[in-house]
């Protein structure tokens, strides 16, 4: 079975300019979140989808970040302009569904590391 | 904000030997679980523990859960080389937004 896949791996830009990642999850996981992990820390969710809409997305920087998940499968996300702090690896992860009463292991990409210079 | 703090934040020890990190969390959760991230495979899932379970089992991992010290502990027995990475704590409070602690470091040496 296929796993997340993300691209690119690597990506380094200047500070104020735009930058994209795109995510594609296992297929038949309705629920897609995004993670910022910071070197040193633990991944911080910024957004998580249920098929193509948002659940949650209040740690999302939403005046620079901005996400979509158009027809429920693949995913984007936007960095305009991008900051000297956006340093971080970017990582997706996808899992079958999202309830209160089961749980859905989730399951990650490799990871987008951007470097803001 | 992170929920969970894993401590040490690294730890050394050589192959054969027992590796045990901790976990303390904040605020009640549905069900705390442990990951493993290196550079070859990224963030993989370890083990879940449902907050209504005290201990678990899988191959060499022994997890225990304290809801009451709000704290977890992730025991590795026999330690190998392969087993050199990060391991965070990231606890489930409502729906399945994981909260991750910053991490333990752990190198095995041989």
Redesign the interface.
């Given at each position: 079975e296929a796993g997340v896949a993300q691209s690119p791996r690597y990506k380094i830009i200047e500070k104020r300019q735009s930058v994209a990642f795109w995510c594609n999850p296992i297929s038949g996981h309705a629920t897609l979140y995004w993670y910022q992990q910071i070197l040193g820390q633990g991944p911080k969710l910024l957004i998580q989808f249920q098929n193509n809409g948002v659940v949650d997305d209040s740690q999302l920087p939403k005046d620079r970040f901005s996400a979509e998940r158009l027809k429920g499968v693949d995913s984007t996300l936007k960095i305009q302009p991008a900051k000297l702090e956006d340093s971080a690896v970017y990582l997706c992860a996808s899992s079958l569904a999202w309830g209160r009463t089961s749980y859905n292991e989730q399951f990650f990409g490799p990871g987008t590391r951007l470097t803001v210079l | 904000s992170?929920q969970?703090e894993e401590d040490p934040q690294a730890l050394s020890i050589q192959e054969g030997e027992n590796a045990t990190m901790n976990c303390s969390y904040k605020t009640s959760i549905n069900?705390l679980q442990w990951y493993r991230q290196n550079s070859g495979r990224?963030?993989?899932?370890l083990i879940?523990i449902?907050s209504n379970e005290r201990e678990k089992h899988s191959g060499r991992l022994r997890v225990t859960l304290d809801t009451s010290k709000k704290s977890s502990s992730l025991l590795i027995t026999a330690s190998r080389a392969a087993d050199t990475a990060s391991y965070?704590c990231?606890t489930v409070q409502?729906?399945?937004?994981?909260?991750?602690?910053?991490?333990t470091s752990l190198l095995v040496t041989p």
């Open positions: - | 992170q969970g069900n990224g963030l993989v899932h879940l449902r965070f990231a409502s729906g399945y937004a994981l909260n991750f602690g910053k991490g």
